[in-house]
């Protein structure tokens, strides 16, 4: 056995707590996690939604068998699949279809009846445990491969009381990792705006809408969050000075800035990699976008067009922005290459397109297209044409933003009245609600995959 | 001792700065929340310009006054475009101002809850600028006139998309 000591950051108010787990990485056998990494297999990277994985996440073992453990065990089990099941990869089998108690019978490879679980069409099944300990709580997790009949991974975590729903996403890391041989987005954090303290101001949830923070408190209309590809600073457009002026705020607290040019100063958007910043400024007398600093110092003008220029996407590589433009009568939208300031024309179809978003992968759009009077998000090819609508007959749907990993679009909704924050995979299938507050939420912003701050 | 000396020294920079940012502040007007249309008796002195005036001349001055601040100019969906009945109104608040040379107006932009809210903020200071200029061309001083957008943020009548795609000059 290795034991690594490391610390997990959570955010408490802003800020930093440092929690120390203890993470053992279990060496079971020769079997261990990386000595089958590389065989990507599992998730089909053309369809992965159409064709779920079914899972079996049966309830987790309470090892010595209070009271206590059980509770936790069952919380953790279902957080599990909870979490597995939100990436769209996993169709999670209900437990009542399952022949056999692992939380009884036994949790490791010999304890397994792997007939039992192909029987009712399982292909993965997660076996844990809990040991609570003090107030220590000690967690195993088992990753099995059914048809194979083999441990792909098992992993053994220990930490305080209140540690574990990180145990438990670190080990869907685990398993996201395993399968897809990416780290997924259990790490990232949403941004958006929501008006639970009676203004709209911003707030930073976990990337499953847990633990939303209030992060701005500007009592004025506050909106438009936009993360830096380190996740350190969110610029963002406030009323707080009475008009629409642009902050730029470090997370940690510590420094900030202010874009109070006369007229509105709107959109912001970071260049990856670089502390610059574009956004939407008009004192000039048209609404134009501007390359900035991370102090908000106006570099040079993009634009050099007549009529309204806003909401600025760059591509990942940095290399091209979309944006929107009324150049041409009404809101379309357009990219410009960076290097040579080139402009074309990306949308044809429809008169109202908006709210552009450049997926990671930097192949795709997405963005908001109004259709006789409908709201929807739609995905285009990132070089034109192709449009796919994602969204439809659901009230207004709006302002897109992409899971790092790109599998998962946040968007905002008014299918169920209000406007509130919804979710679904980059292929429209799997909408559900992401934030449960009161109030409206809208302007989701997804983070970086990893944030630090 | 050392982190003392750099507290004391970011106290110098900082309070010159905020003393500094104070000023600043002061300079600007403040465009103020949105205000009641009802109009406000104590800001009566800044639009009673003679002495001579009677009773029912102040009656009709606030009636004047009340009608500029409640009358909005309405747009078409996506347009900054001012059309004759905009035009209109436009023509009647520019006469106000001729009689009311000393009011300080802020010429709000506003549009209805669909599209975007970023490109409706700045649609609604296209609009707001659009009546700015129009009452300039028709002699009001601009240096009395101020525009700020709220976009599709203060709808004036949540059920009637057309009520909302206006511009409102209210008067400080």
Not at chain 2, 58 to 71: G, I, K, L, P, W
Request: with cysteine; hydrophobic share 35%.
């Amino acid at each position: 056995m290795k034991i690594n000591m490391f610390g997990m950051k959570k955010i408490g108010g802003l800020k930093k707590v440092l929690v120390a787990v203890v993470l053992i990485h279990m060496a079971l056998g020769a079997l261990t996690g990386h000595t089958v990494a590389g065989e990507y297999n599992y998730i089909s990277i053309s369809n992965p939604f159409m064709n779920k994985i079914p899972i079996a996440v049966p309830y987790f073992s309470a090892m010595s068998g209070n009271a206590d453990e059980k509770k936790i065990a069952r919380e953790a089990s279902d957080l599990l699949a909870e979490t597995l099941e939100f990436t769209g990869f996993f169709k999670v089998i209900d437990r009542d279809a399952f022949l056999e108690d692992p939380s009884q019978q036994g949790i490791v490879t010999s304890r397994i009846n792997f007939k039992n679980w192909r029987t009712i069409g399982a292909e993965l099944l997660i076996t844990g445990g809990v040991l609570v300990s003090s107030d220590q709580v000690e967690m195993e997790f088992r990753l099995f491969d059914i048809f194979k009949e083999k441990l792909l991974i098992g992993k053994r975590y220990k930490g305080n009381s209140d540690d574990t729903r990180r145990m438990v996403r670190r080990f869907a890391k685990e398993v996201i990792f395993q399968l897809t041989g990416k780290n997924g987005i259990f790490e990232s954090k949403i941004a958006f705006v929501s008006s639970t303290s009676g203004s709209k101001e911003l707030y930073i949830c976990d990337f499953d809408g847990y633990d939303p923070i209030k992060i701005t408190h500007k009592n004025k209309l506050t909106f438009s969050p936009a993360w830096s590809s380190d996740g350190r600073y969110i610029a963002f457009t406030s009323y707080a000075r009475g008009k629409a002026d642009l902050y730029i705020k470090n997370l940690s607290g510590k420094r900030g800035a202010v874009v109070d040019l006369p007229g509105v100063n709107l959109s912001p958007c970071w260049m990856p990699g670089r502390f610059e910043l574009v956004a939407s400024l008009s004192f000039s007398g048209d609404q134009e976008i501007y390359l900035l600093t991370g102090t908000g110092k106006i570099i040079k003008r993009l634009t050099n067009q007549w009529d309204i220029d806003v909401s600025p996407s760059i591509s990942p590589d940095g290399g091209q922005m979309a944006f929107v433009s009324r150049r041409s009568g009404g809101p379309q939208l357009y990219v410009m290459d960076m290097g040579s300031g080139s402009v074309r024309r990306l949308t044809f179809q429809g008169n109202y397109n908006t709210s552009p978003s450049w997926s990671p992968a930097g192949d795709k759009i997405a963005f908001v297209g109004m259709v006789s009077n409908a709201i929807d998000i739609y995905v285009m090819d990132a070089k034109g044409g192709g449009a796919i609508q994602l969204t439809h007959n659901t009230g207004d749907n709006e302002s897109p933003s992409w899971s790092p990993d790109g599998n998962l679009i946040a968007f905002s909704s008014t299918r169920e009245g209000r406007p509130k924050v919804y979710v679904m995979t980059s292929f429209g299938t799997d909408q559900r609600r992401l934030i449960a507050m009161t109030g409206e939420q809208s302007c989701p912003r997804w983070s970086p995959s990893e944030i630090d701050y | 001792m050392k982190k003392n000396i750099w507290l004391r020294l970011a106290v110098l920079l900082l309070i010159p700065g905020m003393l500094l940012t104070v000023s600043c502040g002061k300079k600007k007007a403040e465009p103020s929340a949105p205000q009641p249309v009802v109009s406000d008796e104590s800001a009566s002195s800044s639009y009673d310009d003679g002495s001579s005036r009677g009773a029912d001349d102040a009656a009709v001055t606030d009636a004047d006054r009340e009608r500029f601040t409640s009358e909005p100019i309405y747009f078409a969906f996506d347009s900054a475009s001012i059309d004759d009945a905009g035009r209109a109104v436009v023509d009647s608040k520019a006469a106000y101002l001729k009689n009311n040379t000393q009011a300080a107006v802020v010429v709000e932009g506003h549009c209805d809850e669909r599209g975007t809210n970023e490109y409706n903020i700045a649609l609604g200071d296209r609009r707001a600028n659009a009546v700015k200029n129009l009452l300039v061309d028709l002699g009001a001083d601009g240096s009395k006139l101020t525009t700020i957008s709220y976009g599709e943020e203060r709808l004036a009548d949540p059920t009637n998309h057309d009520k909302n795609r206006r511009v409102q000059c209210v008067i400080e």
